[in-house]
């Protein structure tokens, strides 16, 4: 069964920093793929960024990049210029691929709580 | 366009009781999940349905819980009778089939309390 780790229950970073939050994951396919999602205090769930597993290039969205190690099998977040707004949780999730497709299950990891302080 | 619309937002109800959780998926998205968050066990997938069938219901919990959809705009999780454990925040999500990974968008969430 495929799992995702998320080593860093708690971090904080000082506004207009960077950070990178850690997610490994641990699967023996080799079409899947991966998601950044935030939840801030309002709970709201919100797709941060998403990547490809058979793309070599790292996915890209504004402040936020990930690092993508297929063989390692990590998928770091970056976040560059630090917000107060950033302030969420943050889970990294995996979904398996399917004939080309994808199977639409989201596997969640448990989740780092990032702090932005002014 | 409005996104995923849960009801309620809270409730609280009393051991014993039955606990009906409804969503309203975003117009034309074809598939819809149930997940449940809470702290020891985090974020996990209940059950989803694409057209309305049920794919997949191996997170359920057990036979107090169930799930419907009757038709492509509504649907609904049901707890009978509820227990304490259930405690939960219950998010509802959707998405659209696009051939390939597909953002599920979430709804608020509803925030369960069992006395």
């Known amino acids: 069964a495929q799992t995702v780790t998320q080593s860093q229950p708690e971090m904080s970073v000082q506004e207009a920093e960077t950070v990178t939050l850690s997610c490994t994951y641990d699967?023996?396919?080799?079409?899947?793929?991966l998601f950044w999602y935030k939840q801030p205090p309002s709970r709201q769930m919100i797709l941060v960024i998403r990547?490809?597993?058979?793309?070599?290039q790292n996915a890209t969205e504004n402040r936020f990049s990930v690092n993508f190690q297929k063989a390692a099998k990590s998928f770091s977040l970056k976040i560059s210029d630090s917000q107060l707004g950033d302030t969420a949780m943050y889970f990294c999730?995996?979904?398996?691929?399917?004939?080309?497709?994808?199977?639409?299950?989201?596997?969640f990891g448990t989740g780092t709580l990032l702090a932005v302080q002014p | 366009d409005a996104g995923v619309i849960q009801s309620p937002r809270h409730e609280v109800t009393e051991m014993g009781q039955e606990v009906t959780l409804r969503c309203k998926p975003i117009s034309g998205h074809d598939y819809l999940f149930w997940y449940r968050q809470t702290m020891m066990r985090g974020l996990e997938l209940l059950i989803y349905f694409n057209n309305n069938v049920p794919i997949d219901d191996s997170g359920m919990p057990e036979d107090r819980f169930s799930a419907k959809m009757p038709n492509a705009s509504f649907s609904t999780l049901k707890i009978q009778p509820s227990e304490p454990r259930d405690s939960a925040v219950y998010f509802c999500a959707s998405s659209r089939w696009l051939g390939r990974s597909n953002e599920q968008f979430f709804g608020p969430g509803t925030r369960l309390t069992v006395l």
């Open positions: 990547q490809e597993a058979y793309k070599q």
């Open positions: 999730a995996f979904m398996e691929g399917l004939n080309g497709g994808a199977t639409n299950k989201l596997i």
């Open positions: 699967t023996s396919e080799n079409n899947y793929y």
